[in-house]
């Protein structure tokens, strides 16, 4: 089965880049790699997703590199807004299993 | 709206009292599931339906049950909880299974068991 890594935590200031990467090894070799936002009191919202390489819409990018045993998820420009909880989220190979990372608190300071 | 709304929103309840927490979507999802959220741990799959009828274990299925009679409905069935399923719970769709498309999640039920 699948295991997920990801820093407990991590502080920025606004305006920065932050990269958070998520370590996930025996993940399904034909699955996407998908990344999700939480906010206090409220589910998971989906923020990106990819399968290789490098994938970017009007929020992130999303860096994977070709052995797919790590994933870096790019906030270009931080603000107060974005200080939240950032999960990875991988299938556990064999199955269907979806398993989530710990999860990375990012805190964003003035 | 397009959204998964899961009721109630607070629980409490004591061991050995049987209580459903329902989830219903409204985006024709094929795909839904269940997941507890704990401190240090993140989120863990409890169980999943790839559609109507069919259902399968996640990662911590043990003291939970699920059905899924219609498309849009997938109830979470405590028989006799404990406090150790004392947690906040999350429901989700998708259009598709698994990581083929993005997840849609209800805002949680905190569930306290004494």
């Known amino acids: 089965l699948a295991k997920t890594t990801q820093p407990i935590s991590m502080d920025s200031y606004e305006g920065q880049e932050v990269n958070i990467t998520c370590s996930h090894n025996?993940?399904?070799?034909?699955?996407?790699i998908t990344w999700y936002q939480q906010f206090p009191s409220q589910g998971p919202r989906f923020i990106i997703q990819?399968?290789?390489t490098k994938v970017t819409n009007e929020v992130a990018s999303l860096f994977i590199p070709a052995d797919r045993k790590s994933s870096t998820l790019s906030l270009p420009r931080v603000s107060l807004s974005d200080t939240a909880v950032y999960y990875c989220?991988?299938?556990?190979?064999?199955?269907?299993?979806?398993?989530f990372g710990t999860g990375t608190l990012l805190a964003v300071q003035p | 709206e397009a959204q998964v709304t899961q009721n109630p929103r607070y629980l409490i309840t004591v061991t050995g009292k049987k209580l459903t927490v329902t989830c219903s979507q409204n985006?024709?999802?094929?795909?839904m599931s269940w997941y507890r959220q704990d401190p240090g741990l993140g989120l863990r799959q409890i169980y999943y339906?790839?559609?109507?009828?069919?259902?399968d274990k996640g990662d911590v299925p043990e003291g939970y049950k699920v059905s899924r009679k219609e498309k849009r409905n997938f109830p979470l069935i405590l028989e006799s909880p404990s406090p150790n399923q004392t947690s906040l719970y999350f429901c989700?769709?998708?259009?598709?299974?698994?990581?083929?498309?993005?997840?849609?999640f209800g805002n949680g039920t905190r569930l306290t068991v004494t």
């Open positions: 989700a769709s998708s259009f598709r299974e698994g990581l083929r498309s993005p997840l849609h």
């Open positions: 025996n993940i399904a070799t034909n699955d996407y």
């Open positions: 989220l991988v299938n556990g190979g064999a199955t269907n299993k979806l398993i």
């Open positions: 985006m024709n999802h094929e795909y």
């Open positions: 339906s790839m559609n109507v009828e069919v259902t």
């Open positions: 990819g399968y290789k």
